[in-house]
């Protein structure tokens, strides 16, 4: 948002809390003045003369003088905090919190406001605090609860956040996808940390609430595969290859494994090819050309990649044929050289994935978009 615009938003919502009190007044049969309240004129000026920290005083001194004129106050919090300004959100919710003639229905809110500015100010100890406060007088709070799970995924504490979680799920505040996530989360700390067996067991429970989980599945094949039960590995990479071909480039690398350690390809490595082709990333052909090369069947895997690209032109496609035709030169002529190299860097610099939420892209798939913090909305490209 520009310097120009967001004056102009401030504005539309002191005018809009203007009228609402106006109601307020004549629904109370209170008498109103035929102008807008005292104060709120120079408050606005403020703002418009890039003088928020002034606006602000004004409009907490109108507090002081008439309690009923809170509204505004909140609107303006929120809108400094979507702006980035978090200190002076912090300052109007504590100002607030501080007027001991507020309402205590306006004061839960103050802390709510307050608990969300803390946490979009990085300042997590002091978020979880307010959200534990406002849990023990509201045990189902929702602003706290998702206070709190924000929390627990920004510091990484997954066990935490599961509990939370759970008690979201039971009123409708979290979807299973996402508590699936965070049971995938858990597993991968596991897996690090060598317990296999526990990490079993929460890919057990992600599944158990989102059975199309394609993450859950991959772990779950990484799982069986390290403990060398290669048909349920298979079993599980195929889960993903049906339910979500999207990420089929991510698990083409461990199939081709599990046929490489099989006494024989199975039947399973034909389904696979045919479900390559029919997509559109360039990354599954890549893999499975490489794995036919290695298999000795040279010639066949030329063909394979030479009608891929064919039908379902590639840069990073295009790279990979121009390498593989210049391998066995020493050193090709200054065009071949600039071409070999123009493709390389014009190739490295596409992105693999992309957040379906808001657009991000990068070379790395994050199953929560940094972006954004959305779960499970990042695609392969």
């Known amino acids: 948002m520009n310097e120009l615009s967001w004056p102009l938003l401030l504005l539309a919502m002191v005018i809009g809390a203007i009228l609402t009190l106006g109601i307020t007044h004549k629904r109370s049969r209170r008498a109103i003045p035929g102008e807008y309240p005292q104060g709120y004129v120079q408050g606005v000026q403020d703002l418009f003369s890039n003088e928020p ?3 602000v005083a004004v409009f907490m001194k109108m507090l002081e003088l008439d309690p009923s004129t809170v509204e505004p106050h909140f609107a303006l919090a929120a809108l400094f905090r979507r702006k980035g300004e978090v200190e002076r959100a912090i300052r109007i919710h504590q100002n607030l919190i501080s007027r001991n003639e507020l309402e205590p229905e306006h004061k839960h809110r103050a802390l709510e406001g307050l608990a969300k500015d803390y946490l979009h100010a990085g300042l997590l100890d002091r978020a979880e605090t307010i959200a534990n406060n406002l849990l023990e007088n509201e045990p189902k709070n929702q602003v706290g609860m998702r206070i709190l799970l924000s929390v627990f995924e920004l510091e990484s504490e997954w066990e935490k956040a599961i509990i939370v979680a759970e008690k979201l799920l039971g009123t409708g505040g979290i979807a299973p996808a996402i508590l699936a996530q965070y049971y995938c989360e858990l597993a991968e700390v596991y897996r690090h940390g060598g317990n296999d067996s526990e990490a079993r067991r929460a890919i057990k429970q992600a599944l158990s609430h989102d059975d199309e989980s ?3 599945s991959m772990i779950l094949g990484d799982i069986e595969m390290a403990v060398g039960h290669v048909k349920a590995a298979i079993r599980s990479y195929q889960r993903v290859a049906w339910k979500s071909p999207e990420y089929l480039s991510e698990i083409v690398a461990p199939m081709l494994n599990c046929f490489e350690r099989s006494e024989s390809p199975p039947a399973a490595f034909a389904t696979l090819e045919k479900l390559i082709l029919e997509q559109s990333a360039i990354d599954p052909v890549l893999q499975m050309t490489e794995f036919m090369i290695g298999r000795g069947e040279v010639e066949e895997a030329g063909e394979y990649i030479r009608g891929f690209l064919l039908n379902k032109p590639s840069l990073e496609g295009l790279r990979y044929l ?3 035709t210049l391998a066995d030169e020493k050193s090709g002529d200054d065009n071949q050289r600039v071409v070999r190299e123009t ?12 957040c379906d939420k808001c657009g991000f892209s990068g070379q790395k798939l994050h199953w929560q978009c940094p972006s954004c913090r959305v779960w499970g909305q ?4």
């Open 53 to 55: 920290d002034k606006a």
């Open 214 to 216: 394609p993450r859950a």
């Open 322 to 324: 121009v390498d593989q």
């Open 343 to 354: 493709i390389y860097k014009l190739s490295s610099a596409s992105k693999r994935y992309r």
């Open 378 to 381: 990042t695609h392969p490209i």
